[in-house]
Every structure is written in C-alpha cells, then in structure tokens.
C-alpha cells in the first residue's frame, strides 16, 4: 500500500508516537512517502529522517491513503494537499480535541493492522464552495468545516445580507457569519452555539456570530441550496476564512456559496464512528459528579 505522511509544526513530546508510526507501517510493508516540510521538520527538530520511499512535493501524488498526523488543523490541510484527488485521509491525532483526527496515538499499531486487512470504511464528507467577483487569494476556495465572514479587529459590526436561492433571508448585523457544513457543525459553529449535524446530514448550518439581535438563531438549510450573501463594512473591509485560510475583502462584494461538486473521504475504522467521537471528546451521557 503507498500512503503519505502529512504532518503539523507542532509536535512537541510526540517523538515516540511518530516513530512508532513509520516503523509500524515499514513493518507492514508499506510504501511510504512523506510531505516535504514535515520531513524536513523530522530532521530538523528531532535529527530524525525515516526511512521512506521520497517526498511529496507537487500537487499530484498518486497515494492509496493519505495519513494526517496532528489535530483537526493538520487534518484541513492535508484535504487541501488532497484536493479532488479522492485520496482517503485517516487521521490520527496528536493534538487536541479531534473530531476528524480522532485515532488516538495508543490506537497506532491496531488501527494500522486492521487498515492492511481492509478493515475499514470510508465516509465521504462535503465540501463547500466559495466563488466572488474577486478571486480568493487561496489556491483552493473550499472548506470542509466552514466558511466565516467576519469582521476585522475593529468594534464595528458588519452587516451580511443573505440569500437563499435568490430569496432574501436576513440581514445579519453581527460580528459575522458561519456557513457550516455537517462536519464543521462540531468545529467554529458549535462555539457560537449552531447545531451539531450528523455526518450523513445533507445539510448546511447558517450560525451568526454575536448578531446585535437577539432573537437571531443558527439554521438549518438543504445543501443543495445556493447561499448568496452581501457584505457591507463601516471600516470598508472585512475578513473570509474558508477552514481558517483567510484573505481581506473590501465592503461590498458579493459572494456565492455551495454545495461542492466532490467529497473528501475519511477512513473510519470499524472500532469508531462518529456517536464514539461525541461521547469521547464531548462527553455526551457523563455525569461529570460520579468523576
């Protein structure tokens, strides 16, 4: 199996987890190939160079699997990497909360094991798309959690006018404004207090962030739905972060969201899914005064 190793800058103490990674998969026989920078990290940080068939360095690489080594961030970035390629990503976290990295480094050697006897499943995840009458300076004007129009450091809110299939919704006067896809509802959206979707939801959340009115609440559309909204801004620009990676706008433009026309593919193994992750990372069912 030829699988690439993306990974994050931030690896702190997981030297031992790393490690165990590549030697587990050499010992399965794997081909594996790793993202340039994060190799030249291995080295540079920790004066160890695995050793992997060469580095990934373009936008094309011909992979069986793509694994993702960090958090969730890590995880965003290696779907860029990824792109429409639909190479599976498995994620295994070395962050924090995880949500799509949600393989535990103690998990390593099973979770391996069982991907090379095909023990596994895959979901596909949407992705939403992100077009204006000036281009994003980003590559890839996607997001596989959400789309945020925000405003910038200033006091002022912004005022985001909304369409749903060209039939006016709102105006949201608010600090800004979240398009969420199912997986992103457990990421930005769930901070601001949108609704948590389950995967297989064909749905897409619209969750204002601190809106001047009150009565003013997260919702749920169809994703087949074209968003198109309006921005206007009192400091005469604002800020669109799609999965965090963000450009300025000046106040005026107008953009349109919608459904992708490809997915991401996440491998699942059979021990995990998606109610596991829920009671895991946020507790679900636990009365934290039995602790």
Do not use: C
């Not at 580095?55 to 694994?67: G, K, Q």
């Not at 999965?243 to 459904?259: A, L, N, Q, T």
């Amino acid at each position: 199996m030829k699988i690439g190793i993306f990974g994050s800058d931030y690896q702190a103490g997981k030297q031992k987890s790393i490690k165990n990674l590549f030697d587990k998969l050499q010992a399965l026989g794997a081909e594996v190939w790793v993202e340039k920078n994060f190799r030249n990290y291995l080295s540079r940080q920790f004066a160890y160079t695995p050793s992997v068939s060469g580095s990934i360095e373009s936008d094309i690489f011909p992979l069986e699997m793509a694994i993702s080594l960090g958090g969730d961030g890590t995880f965003l970035k290696t779907a860029v990497w990824v792109g429409r390629q639909g190479i599976p990503i498995l994620g295994i976290n070395t962050g924090r909360l995880g949500f799509l990295a949600d393989v535990r480094t103690d998990e390593i050697e099973t979770t391996l094991a069982e991907i090379f006897r095909r023990e596994y499943s895959l979901e596909e995840r949407t992705l939403l798309e992100m077009s204006a009458s000036l281009p994003f300076r980003g590559k890839f004007n996607f997001a596989l959690n959400e789309i945020a129009v925000l405003k910038r450091d200033t006091s002022a809110m912004i005022s985001i006018q909304t369409y749903l299939n060209d039939e006016f919704l709102a105006n949201y006067l608010s600090d800004g404004l979240l398009v969420a896809t199912p997986t992103g509802s457990t990421a930005y959206s769930m901070s601001v207090g949108g609704p948590i979707i389950i995967p297989q939801a064909n749905n897409f959340v619209l969750s204002p962030v601190a809106p001047h009115s009150l009565n003013v609440r997260p919702l749920v559309i169809p994703e087949d739905y074209k968003i198109r909204l309006k921005v206007q801004s009192r400091d005469s620009n604002f800020l669109v972060a799609l999965d965090g990676r963000s450009d300025i706008y000046p106040s005026g433009v107008e953009f349109i969201i919608r459904k992708a026309d490809f997915t991401v593919k996440i491998v699942k193994p059979y021990h995990r899914n998606f109610y596991d992750t829920l009671r895991e990372k946020l507790l679900w069912g636990t009365d934290m005064r039995e602790q």
